[in-house]
């Protein structure tokens, strides 16, 4: 019963960092971001103390070192990469039309309103 009204502070504490965001719309955005931020700690500082909490943030930490291992393409992979779908696009799109016209011949040839 104690980590559900933690779990409930923890998602109240980050409704009133976002209610302050837009409570404080007349405000500097620095201080905006920072109302967003405080309860966006504090909530998290909650959180820390469940149970579910903490298998959450371990799994949040392990989802960001996995994202670190990830080996993103070059320029010129992407370049390339980026021309061979443009490429497959137009030969589907011409055969694709290449099709359409052979069935539209064929159902008028069928209903017999060919030429």
Not at 19 to 25: C, D, N, P, Q, T
Not at 64 to 76: S, Y
Not at 104 to 115: C, D, F, I, P, W
């Amino acid at each position: 019963m104690v980590n559900k009204i933690k779990m409930l502070a923890a998602v109240l504490l980050l409704v009133a960092g976002l209610a302050g965001f837009y409570l404080l719309a007349d405000k500097a955005l620095v201080l905006r971001i920072l109302a967003v931020m405080a309860g966006l700690v504090a909530a998290i500082a909650v959180l820390r103390t469940t149970p579910l909490g903490q298998q959450a943030l371990s799994f949040v930490g392990d989802a960001v070192l996995e994202a670190r291992k990830v080996v993103w393409p070059t320029r010129k992979e992407t370049i390339q990469t980026t021309l061979v779908v443009f490429a497959l696009v137009v030969v589907m799109a011409a055969f694709l039309a290449v099709v359409d016209i052979g069935f539209a011949y064929m159902v008028k040839s069928l209903m017999g309103r060919g030429a």
